[in-house]
């Protein structure tokens, strides 16, 4: 199923045709999929279907066969990605400022925030509520606030094509309805997101497209059917040696 385009800064994405093996076995096999710019799409699947790994080839991090095209509007514009989890050393003496300040600057995290991009983190840590706790060591967060460090890093400069694995993991409803607030405005804009997750009462709300994927494409819909209980059901029991089906194909 294809979704109208919205026009915006977001790029449109094809995947034509990957596979992906790791250490001999069969991780992603002949993933043909479409995602129309401007949109938000949800991969949903169970643990070790391959979402991630089919994310990881997206941002150029997986070796893989196949084709993966990002068509931009016009220049090639901005990637974020917000990984599954950041783990830091409990003792680490780096702040959330440190950590914000080796993605944006060249010159090294520990001497300090250069002051032009100081607006830019502002900004970020204002948008995920963390603008008090800038000065705290991050082995010294919570899993939420850690998790919240991970969207900041993906609003500098702001993306235009978003991914995000598990962005809703470890979050409380205050951090959920931030979520949901920074997705509406990636939306009006037109950005593009790609988004794994396992809450699927939040797909339902917030994508416009699902796709379910258990090392194989197995559909491409829109929320109200891919969430259909005997849909979910095929997903989540889905024996991978069926033939799969291409995107767009009927049930
Ligand atoms: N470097 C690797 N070597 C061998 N197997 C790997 C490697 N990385 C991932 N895998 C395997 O690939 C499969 C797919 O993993 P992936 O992380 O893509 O799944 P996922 O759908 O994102 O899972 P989850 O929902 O649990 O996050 C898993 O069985 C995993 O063990």
Known sequence: MAVEPVPGTGPAVAFGS??????????LCDIR?????????ALVGPNGGGKSSLVKALLGQMPHQGKIAITWP???????????????ERG???????????????????LG?????????DTALARVGLSGKRRRRMGALSGGERQRVLLAQAL?????????D?????????GIGLFETLLGQWQAEGRTVVWIEHDLAAVRR?????TGLNRKLLFHEAPEQALAPERLINLFSHSATETPRVAGEVA
């Not at 990957?18 to 991780?27: F, H, K, P, Q, R």
């Not at 999929?33 to 799409?41: D, N, V």
């Open 92 to 110: 680490l003496p780096m702040t959330v400022e440190d950590v914000l300040a080796t993605m944006v600057q060249t010159r090294p995290g520990f």
């Open 166 to 174: 598990e962005p809703l993991a470890a979050l409380d409803e205050a």
């Open 33 to 41: 999929l479409e995602l129309s710019a401007g949109r938000t799409h």
């Open 74 to 88: 016009g220049e090639a514009g901005n990637v974020g990605y917000v990984p599954q989890a950041l783990e830091f």
């Open 206 to 210: 917030l994508a416009d497209t699902v």
């Open 113 to 121: 925030l250069a002051r032009r991009h100081r607006e830019l983190v």
């Open 18 to 27: 990957v596979s992906l093996s790791l250490g001999g076995t069969d991780i």
């Open 156 to 164: 500098m400069p702001q993306a235009d094509l978003l991914v995000l």
